[in-house]
Structure formats: structure tokens, C-alpha cells
């Protein structure tokens, strides 16, 4: 019996395992031996490439695809039309399938509208990746990157509040009251 939601105008390849609670929606193809976690969405027009994992609670978007080497952990957001790359230096008449980089998206990490993701990166958790920018290197947990190539403006809590530290290194998040800790450029959340 299937526990996940398809619509007939997707196609599921065999060798998939996909969350019970999942939800596939128009015209989108999930390819061979891919896992999908329970309870996430995969917008329309989605493409998801042979051996690709999702965690739980995903959320695709619109016009994505999420190329072999991606892996995304739980509760990741990947915005309408955002990108993946899998190959440092493409070229139509060269194969490098055996050249493709892998690509973290950390628990909780969200992607804007246009970003792109230049493969062989990993993107930390809860980081906030803007619309259109282009990432080119690691991001660190809670970052708020953006531009054009993608740089640090700020950092942002798990609910995607801006956070502000104080001359102890210490920020609220003013959604939820929780207290993070900015320690040698890294932030953490308050024990």
C-alpha cells in the first residue's frame, strides 16, 4: 500500500523509498533509488536525480532540480526556480558523471528564490541562503548569506529571525525567546 500522496502526472521510478505523508505534485519525476523522508512536499515541475536523499519535512519548491550528490537532512527548504550543480567544469561532449561533488544542506537550512548552489559545498544548519545568490563555498550553521558570490551579512535563529549580539556574544531570537551564542565566528545555540 502506498503512504504517500503522487499525482498522476508524476512519475516514481522503481527503486525509491518515499516517507509516509509525502506529497508529489504535477509533472514532477523522482528517479531511481532515491530516498525521500516522511512528510514532504515536492512542488511541481520537480526533478529529483537518481540516488539523491531527502530528509524529513522537506519542502521543494517549484522548477527545482536536485542533481545526484545532493543531500538535503531534515526539514530543508529549497526555494522556487534554486539550483544545483553537480560538476565543477561542464562540457556537452565530456562525460564526468564519475566527477560530480556532493553537496550538503544541512538540518533546517533554507534556500531562496534563484540561489544558486555551486556543487562540492555544504551548507550549515539553519543558514538562510537569499533569493539569487550564488554560493561558493561552505556556509556556516545559522549564516545569512547573500549576493553575488554569496557572502556573510548576518546570522539568523532556527525560525529565520535576524539575530543582534550583544557585546557578550550573546542574541535572542524574537520569535521564540531562545538564546544563541556567537563564539569565534561560529553560533550555537545556548545551553
Same mark, same amino acid.
Given at each position: 500500500?502506498?503512504?504517500?500522496?503522487?499525482? $498522476?502526472?508524476?512519475?516514481?521510478?522503481?527503486?525509491?523509498?518515499?516517507?509516509?505523508?509525502?506529497?508529489?505534485?504535477?509533472?514532477?519525476?523522482?528517479?531511481?533509488?532515491?530516498?525521500?523522508?516522511?512528510?514532504?512536499?515536492? +512542488?511541481?515541475?520537480?526533478?529529483? !536525480?537518481?540516488?539523491?536523499? &531527502?530528509?524529513?519535512?522537506?519542502k521543494v519548491q517549484n522548477n527545482v !532540480?536536485?542533481?545526484? +550528490?545532493?543531500?538535503?537532512?531534515?526539514?530543508?527548504?529549497?526555494?522556487?526556480?534554486?539550483?544545483?550543480?553537480?560538476?565543477?567544469?561542464?562540457?556537452?561532449? =565530456?562525460?564526468?558523471?564519475? %566527477?560530480?561533488?556532493?553537496?550538503?544542506?544541512?538540518? +533546517?537550512?533554507?534556500?531562496?528564490?534563484?540561489?544558486? *548552489?555551486?556543487?562540492?559545498?555544504?551548507? +550549515?544548519?539553519?543558514?538562510?541562503?537569499?533569493?539569487? !545568490?550564488?554560493?561558493?563555498?561552505?556556509?556556516?550553521?545559522?549564516? &545569512?548569506?547573500?549576493?553575488?558570490?554569496?557572502?556573510? *551579512?548576518?546570522?539568523?535563529?532556527?525560525?529565520?529571525?535576524?539575530?543582534?549580539?550583544?557585546?557578550?556574544? =550573546?542574541?535572542?531570537?524574537? $520569535?521564540?525567546? %531562545?538564546?544563541?551564542? &556567537?563564539?569565534?565566528?561560529?553560533?550555537?545555540?545556548?545551553?
Amino acid at each position: 500500500m502506498q503512504d504517500y500522496f503522487k499525482h $498522476e502526472s508524476a512519475y516514481v521510478d522503481e527503486g525509491c523509498i518515499i516517507g509516509k505523508g509525502t506529497k508529489i505534485w504535477h509533472f514532477s519525476h523522482i528517479m531511481q533509488d532515491c530516498k525521500i523522508g516522511e512528510n514532504c512536499n515536492i +512542488g511541481q515541475n520537480v526533478v529529483v !536525480s537518481p540516488g539523491v536523499t &531527502l530528509g524529513n519535512g522537506c519542502k521543494v519548491q517549484n522548477n527545482v !532540480s536536485v542533481y545526484s +550528490g545532493v543531500k538535503c537532512e531534515d526539514d530543508v527548504f529549497l526555494g522556487p526556480s534554486m539550483v544545483f550543480t553537480n560538476v565543477i567544469n561542464p562540457r556537452a561532449n =565530456v562525460s564526468r558523471k564519475h %566527477e560530480f561533488r556532493d553537496t550538503i544542506i544541512c538540518r +533546517g537550512a533554507s534556500i531562496g528564490a534563484n540561489a544558486t *548552489i555551486v556543487c562540492g559545498h555544504t551548507i +550549515g544548519s539553519y543558514a538562510l541562503i537569499g533569493a539569487g !545568490s550564488v554560493v561558493t563555498k561552505d556556509v556556516p550553521p545559522y549564516a &545569512l548569506m547573500v549576493g553575488n558570490p554569496a557572502r556573510r *551579512i548576518g546570522w539568523v535563529s532556527r525560525y529565520g529571525c535576524k539575530l543582534v549580539f550583544d557585546e557578550n556574544g =550573546v542574541a535572542v531570537c524574537p $520569535e521564540t525567546k %531562545e538564546k544563541y551564542q &556567537l563564539v569565534n565566528g561560529q553560533v550555537k545555540l545556548a545551553e
